[in-house]
């Protein structure tokens, strides 16, 4: 959700990729569904684990900033502060999954977190881009 956020609102501006703990999974279908409702089409997104990253040639000490949404996302992303120079941020985000008895109940607490993590992009990227608008 975050990687299709960042290229909505900041285009071009830097090289963003999404990654996990897990890779080999679909994106679920309800941040596809809340990301939709602003013009994010998520549908072909893929999680990609770190170690996937890294077997299919993505140069990790390119990266800058690595943002975490999970604690096992910061300790994997800590762990490779030892073999790379990155920078490690960690957001705590609403895990949204399983939280809501109804359909729209569920959309809300994905709403919720894609709401959160809109802002903390904001907050740490500044305005969009006008080119990506």
Known sequence: MAEGLMKKYYGTACYVQSAGVKGEMEIDGFSVAVCRELGVELERHRVRSFDEMQEWGD???????????????????????????????????????????????????????????????????????????
Not at 83 to 103: F, K, Q
């Open 59 to 133: 140069d990790l000490s390119g990266f800058d900033l690595i943002v975490a949404l999970s604690p096992a996302s910061q300790r994997r992303a800590l762990d490779l502060t030892r073999l790379y120079h990155l920078d490690v941020e960690y957001w705590p985000i609403l895990d949204p999954t399983g939280l809501g008895h109804t359909r729209e109940a569920q959309l809300q607490s994905y709403r919720q977190a894609r709401d959160q993590i809109l802002g903390r992009i904001r907050a740490r990227f500044g305005s969009p881009t006008e080119a990506a608008t």
